[in-house]
């Protein structure tokens, strides 16, 4: 009986023993050496095609390269609330302007009408910037301090517009508040990229001159408050930049230079200053403006008349949209909601100095100290003025005054805050 062949199986494979390798070279069979089992269970590396480069657009120029990340939202609530708050109380307090305005395209509602497109422009243009790379401003900051400087200069030729006996304007817009931006922008830009330099004095020369040349066009118009607020901005970008707190003795020195002589050189000063030791004497001059604000403040009481329903905006109170408006918020709201609007523009204080601690690199930090002392400084000016604790002077109430510009250029600063607010590294807990 014949045997049976076993029967192979297809799919089963033939190997060799991995102790004797053979390759055939040149015709021979050369013998391979051994390899450990860790070589034999290594794969072979592949290569990788480099990737390809994708293409530069508009939104890898830093247009929106942060859009994605989270930004500083109670800066930004806070923001919307007082904005809106700022509309109603505007919208009760320069109704009587308008209803007895004898223009024919000035009505009742004029001025709230046109608060609210420079708030819709101002928000558009902080949303905007907000996902804009602060990093660009180290180039717009020159450019901004030039514009300024040039429109300035501009507003002292018959271009300027006169209120008041005061030229301030140029074509409708203020280059005061654009001035305040171009500090802001040029001291920290050059502060965080020569911080030693300002540790000399010869280092802070540069910039004082920079300064002395706003204010000194700032002065001719007169605008001393704007003047004031330049100053209060400069000085802290140098301090938090470096430089030495006894830098500040001969800058007192000097600023008690200025102060005394634009009283004795400018008779308006003098008259400001004589009122606002008592303002009740001159009641019907020069002091009816501290005077009539502090009886809108006294009238309001601890809950307020109500909503709209303030007796001083009847023409007894100047400028009641303007530099007195928070006069008409006591007025009608008494002191708790006066309280409340303190609290809250003490909170977006808080904020913004935050973003500043918390802030990338030196020039965020110092754009966000430059900012939130703007903010901090012109809210304190205006509640001391209204409050009769400062000379009457025109500074306005931020983001609650009428007026486009400075509303357009606080927007502008707060998104400027919200994009740095976007790079502040995540902290541990996060």
């Known amino acids: 009986m014949p045997t049976q062949q076993p029967v192979r199986n297809p799919r089963r494979r033939r190997t060799r ?4 390798r053979t390759t055939q070279s040149a015709g021979r069979r050369v013998q391979q050496p051994q390899r450990s089992a860790a070589v034999q269970r290594r794969k072979p590396q592949q290569t990788r095609r480099p990737a390809r480069r994708r293409k530069q657009n508009v939104w890898s120029y830093g247009l929106l390269s942060d859009y994605k990340r ?11 609330i007082l904005l809106g708050c700022g509309l109603i109380a505007l919208m009760s307090a320069s109704y009587p302007t308008g209803y ?25 243009l902080m949303l905007f910037l907000s996902a804009l790379d602060y990093h660009r401003y180290h180039v717009l900051g020159k450019a901004i301090y030039l514009f300024a400087l040039i429109t300035l200069i501009l507003v002292l030729t018959p271009l300027g517009t006169s209120l008041n006996g005061a030229k301030r304007w140029l074509f409708g817009f203020q280059p005061s508040e654009f001035a305040k931006l171009a500090v802001i922008l040029t001291f920290s830009s050059f502060v965080s990229l020569n911080p030693k330099k300002i540790q000399r004095i010869q280092g802070l020369v ?19 408050s704007a003047s004031l607020i330049l100053l209060v901005i400069g000085v802290s970008i140098l301090f938090v930049g470096g430089m030495h707190l006894w830098y500040f003795l001969p800058v007192g020195v000097i600023g008690m230079i200025v102060a005394v002589a634009a009283y004795m050189t400018m008779p308006h000063i003098q008259n400001r200053l004589q009122v606002f030791l008592d303002p009740f004497s001159a009641s019907q001059g020069a002091g009816w403006q501290a005077s009539q604000s502090l009886i809108a403040i006294g009238s309001g ?27 008409v918020v006591c007025e009608e709201l008494g002191f708790i909601g006066a309280l409340l609007i303190l609290i809250m523009f003490a909170y977006f204080i808080y904020r913004g100095y935050s973003i500043a601690f918390r802030a990338e690199d030196r020039f965020g930090c110092l754009m966000a100290v430059g900012i939130t002392t703007h903010f901090a400084f012109q809210i304190l000016m205006n509640l001391m003025v209204v409050s009769g604790l400062f000379p009457v002077t025109g500074v306005s109430l931020p983001l609650f005054s009428y007026g486009g510009t400075a509303l357009v250029i606080q927007l502008i600063e707060i998104g400027i805050l919200l994009n740095i607010s976007r790079h502040i590294p995540p902290s541990r807990k996060e």
């Open 206 to 224: 540069p910039y004082g001159v920079a300064l002395a040349v706003l204010i000194l066009f700032l002065a001719m118009e007169p605008h001393m």
């Open 100 to 124: 007895y305005s004898t223009s024919e395209k000035i009505g009742p509602l004029y001025y709230f009408i046109r608060q609210a497109e420079f708030a819709v422009l101002g928000i558009a």
């Open 70 to 80: 989270k930004w500083d939202v109670p800066l930004f609530m806070v923001t919307i």
């Open 17 to 20: 023993s991995p102790q004797r």
């Open 301 to 327: 009481g601890l809950f307020g008349l109500g909503l709209g329903d303030s007796r001083q905006k009847f023409m007894y109170l100047p400028e009641p949209m303007n530099d007195f408006i928070f006069s």
